[in-house]
C-alpha cells in the first residue's frame, strides 16, 4: 500500500498570509505514461463532508478559489493557500489514486 | 447538481451488520465509478470499497475485506454497503462519494451516516 504523510499536522496562519502544506507519498504516483501525478487535495470543514480542491496534483476543481494551488511531481507535493481566508479554517487531506485510494493522516489550518 | 444522501446508520452490538444505502441523483450514475470511505470519531479519512460503473469490479480495504459487501443498483440509483461482523473499531461516519472516472479522485460526496458498533 501507498503510505501518505502530511507535514505538519497542524498549522496557524495569520489572515491574508501564506499557509503551506506538504504531502509525501512513500512511492512515486506519476503515471509515466501520461505524465500525470495521481494525486488528489480536499478540505474538510468542521461538521462537513470533505470537498475536492485539487486533482492530477496541479488542477484545481471548478468552483474553487484561486488562491488554492497545488504543486509537485513523483512523491512531493504541497498545497498552498496564497492568502488565508476566516473560511479556509479546515483540515485538509491529500489523496494518491495512483494504486487504490490511500489518504494523508490530515493537515489541520487554524488562525493565527 | 449532483446529490449523494446515505442511510442506514445507527448503532448495532458486535458481530452485527448493517446495510448503507446512498441514492444518488443529478448525473448519470450508471456510467461512473463509486466508493465509501469512513471517518472514525476524530480521526481522517480511510477509504473502505470501490465498484465499478457497472458493478463489475470491486476493491475492498484490508480492514473490511471479506465483511463489508460493496454493491450497486443502477435502476434505483443507489449504492450500498453491507457490513457484517462488525467490530468497534468501524465506528465511524461513513460517506459515499463519487469517482470522476473509473479509478480517480473523489468529486462529489454525501453528508454522510454514522454506524455505532458497540454493546
Known amino acids: 500500500d501507498i503510505v501518505m504523510t502530511q507535514s505538519p499536522d497542524s498549522l496557524a496562519v495569520s489572515l491574508g498570509e501564506r499557509a503551506t502544506i506538504n504531502c509525501k507519498s512513500s512511492?512515486?504516483?506519476?503515471?509515466?505514461?501520461?505524465?500525470?501525478?495521481?494525486l488528489a487535495w480536499y478540505q474538510q470543514r468542521p461538521g462537513q463532508p470533505p470537498k475536492l480542491l485539487i486533482y492530477?496534483?496541479?488542477t484545481r476543481e471548478s468552483g474553487v478559489p484561486d488562491r488554492f494551488s497545488g504543486s509537485g511531481s513523483g512523491t512531493d507535493f504541497t498545497l498552498t493557500i496564497s492568502s488565508l481566508q476566516a473560511e479556509d479554517v479546515a483540515v485538509y487531506y491529500c489523496?494518491?489514486?495512483?494504486?487504490?485510494?490511500?489518504f494523508g493522516q490530515g493537515t489541520k489550518v487554524e488562525i493565527k | 447538481q449532483v446529490h449523494l444522501v446515505e442511510s442506514g446508520g445507527g448503532v448495532v452490538q458486535p458481530g452485527g451488520s448493517l446495510r448503507l444505502s446512498c441514492a444518488a441523483s443529478?448525473?448519470?450514475?450508471?456510467?461512473?465509478?463509486m466508493h465509501w470511505v469512513r471517518q472514525a470519531p476524530g480521526k481522517g479519512l480511510q477509504w473502505v470499497a470501490f465498484?465499478?460503473?457497472?458493478?463489475?469490479?470491486?476493491n475492498y480495504a484490508d480492514s473490511v475485506k471479506g465483511r463489508f459487501t460493496i454493491s450497486r443498483d443502477s435502476s434505483k440509483n443507489t449504492l450500498y454497503l453491507q457490513m457484517n461482523s462488525l467490530r468497534p473499531e468501524d465506528t465511524a461516519v461513513y460517506f459515499c462519494?463519487?469517482?470522476?472516472?473509473?479509478?480517480?479522485?473523489?468529486?462529489?460526496w454525501g453528508q454522510g451516516t454514522l454506524v455505532t458498533v458497540s454493546s
Open positions: 462519494a463519487k469517482d470522476r472516472w473509473d479509478g480517480g479522485d473523489f468529486d462529489y
Open positions: 443529478g448525473f448519470n450514475f450508471s456510467t461512473y465509478a
Open positions: 465498484i465499478q460503473y457497472d458493478g463489475s469490479n470491486t
Open positions: 512511492q512515486s504516483v506519476l503515471y509515466r505514461f501520461n505524465k500525470e501525478n495521481y
Open positions: 492530477w496534483a496541479s
Open positions: 489523496q494518491q489514486y495512483y494504486s487504490s485510494w490511500t
